[in-house]
């Protein structure tokens, strides 16, 4: 099953979109999703082992996917298999 974890941020503008494209593909997918607090203990030591500097930041089977909005129609394609 694919696995997304999407890197957010209280402060951030653009989390709730991100969050919103990924509400709206588990309407139709089965996917695993997790969503991380940047500044959370597990957020520091996932900012630290992708060197994430930007939120938000999607990772999907161990990797980034996406920096900043994801792409709803890439995402679709990534979580399809799900």
Same mark, same amino acid.
């Given at each position: 099953?694919?696995?997304? +974890?999407? +890197?957010?941020?209280? /402060?951030? @503008?653009?989390? @709730?979109?991100? %969050?919103q494209v990924w509400k709206e593909l588990r309407k139709d997918y089965n996917f695993e999703y997790e969503?991380?607090?940047?500044?959370?203990?597990?957020?520091?030591?996932?900012?630290?082992? /992708?060197? +994430?500097?930007?939120?938000?930041?999607? +990772?999907?089977?161990? &990797?980034?996917?996406?920096?900043?909005? @994801?792409?709803?129609? &890439?995402? %679709?394609?990534?979580?399809?298999?799900?």
């Amino acid at each position: 099953m694919v696995k997304v +974890i999407l +890197i957010t941020a209280e /402060f951030c @503008p653009f989390c @709730p979109y991100a %969050r919103q494209v990924w509400k709206e593909l588990r309407k139709d997918y089965n996917f695993e999703y997790e969503e991380i607090d940047a500044t959370s203990e597990k957020g520091m030591k996932l900012v630290e082992k /992708f060197s +994430i500097d930007i939120v938000p930041t999607t +990772i999907v089977d161990d &990797k980034i996917a996406f920096i900043g909005i @994801p792409d709803k129609n &890439k995402a %679709r394609e990534m979580v399809e298999g799900g």
